[in-house]
């Protein structure tokens, strides 16, 4: 099975402008979680969609969103990009059952 | 809420010495435990995790994990290091929500293996 793909892996971005992150799933999975990774922060949760509602939220502001398409890929946008949102923001996918997450590599942000 | 502490920040072993990474968690219920290593430029991979029974977690790449309920501690251990397990390592708690459970990380444990 094809691993969990994300795209693109690397993105340079300005303050104020918004950005789109994709997701691919592992086959058959179809939950899909995102997190985001810094150096300050760690590792934190921003939500979680299955079957393509979102099912979990973590302590994010509105200008992180997200969506889940019916074959599972998911999407995540934020807006009006703040220096503080370079991250690297990693995807998830699972079973939806309670199942182990399989992450993807990550796309690396940079906001300058 | 749910937290994890992962006291270490940096550990340095040889190669072929044995490895704790220590791990607590604070969790009003029965906590989901997992340990992911992370390598330089990837994402996680799951080692290995606890939801419930034998409390002695057998995992990947020869790691393994007790999980003390009257420590609150979920230990990842190792007999003999490998250079190639020189990463992040990252314990996390996950707390049950709509079917689910959401994950909350520690801040990582960075293992520097030495020849």
């Known amino acids: 099975k094809a691993g969990v793909t994300q795209t693109p892996r690397y993105l340079i971005k300005t303050r104020g402008q918004q950005v789109t992150l994709s997701c691919s799933p592992i086959s058959g999975h179809r939950s899909v979680s995102w997190y985001q990774q810094t150096p300050g922060q760690g590792l934190q949760f921003l939500f979680e969609y299955f079957s393509e509602t979102q099912r979990n939220k973590g302590n994010f502001p509105g200008r992180f969103s997200g969506r889940q398409f019916s074959n599972s890929r998911s999407e995540m946008n934020v807006s009006t990009l703040e220096l503080g949102d370079s991250a690297l923001y990693l995807c998830?996918?699972?079973?939806?059952?309670?199942?182990?997450?399989?992450f993807g590599p990550g796309t690396r942000l940079t906001v300058t | 809420a749910q937290s994890v502490t992962q006291p270490d920040i940096h550990i340095t072993v040889s190669e072929g010495a044995s490895l704790e990474l220590r791990c607590n968690y604070s969790y009003g219920a029965t906590p989901y435990l997992f340990w992911y290593v992370q390598s330089p430029g990837q994402g996680l991979q799951l080692l290995l995790k606890?939801?419930?029974?034998?409390?002695l977690v057998q995992g990947i790449k020869g790691f393994e994990a007790e999980f003390k309920r009257s420590q609150s501690s979920f230990n990842l251990r190792k007999p003999s290091v490998h250079w190639s397990d020189a990463a992040e390592y990252f314990c996390?708690?996950?707390?049950?929500?709509?079917?689910?459970?959401?994950?909350?990380f520690g801040r990582g444990t960075s293992l520097i293996v030495h020849p």
């Open positions: 606890y939801f419930s029974g034998d409390t």
């Open positions: 996390a708690v996950g707390a049950a929500s709509g079917g689910s459970y959401i994950p909350t």
């Open positions: 998830a996918s699972s079973s939806g059952l309670g199942d182990e997450q399989y």
